[in-house]
Nanobody, 114 residues
């Protein structure tokens, strides 16, 4: 069955960096788009970044453009989210998803606080 396992979250100071990873199994990873979402307390889940199957095209939420980078390694069935210049408003649970949300990981908590 499809499994998505996120890791890499944690507590970081404003201006810091984190790299999230999502290891996928149970489907042909290299054939499908992957997407990162996040959900902050009391807010709806929002799309953060998405990447096509080959990694040739990416798109980002306006709030993270220039700070976050999505990438993938199809040989390792892994999608990454490099997060730089983190702000307190980036605090959320981050989820990776198959395509636009066909399956979800369990999420990883990112907290940006001094």
């Amino acid at each position: 069955q499809v499994q998505l396992v996120e890791s890499g979250g944690g507590l970081v100071q404003p201006g810091g960096s984190l790299r999230l990873s999502c290891v996928a199994s149970g489907f042909t990873f290299s054939s499908l788009r992957m997407t990162w979402y996040r959900q902050a307390p009391g807010k709806e889940r929002e799309l953060v970044a998405t990447i096509t199957s080959t990694g040739g095209m990416t798109n980002y939420a306006d709030s993270v453009k220039g700070r976050f980078t999505i990438s993938r390694d199809n040989g390792k069935n892994t999608v990454y989210l490099q997060m730089n210049s983190l702000k307190p408003e980036d605090t959320a649970v981050y989820y990776c998803a198959l395509n636009w949300g066909g399956a979800w990981g369990q999420g990883t908590q990112v907290t940006v606080s001094s």
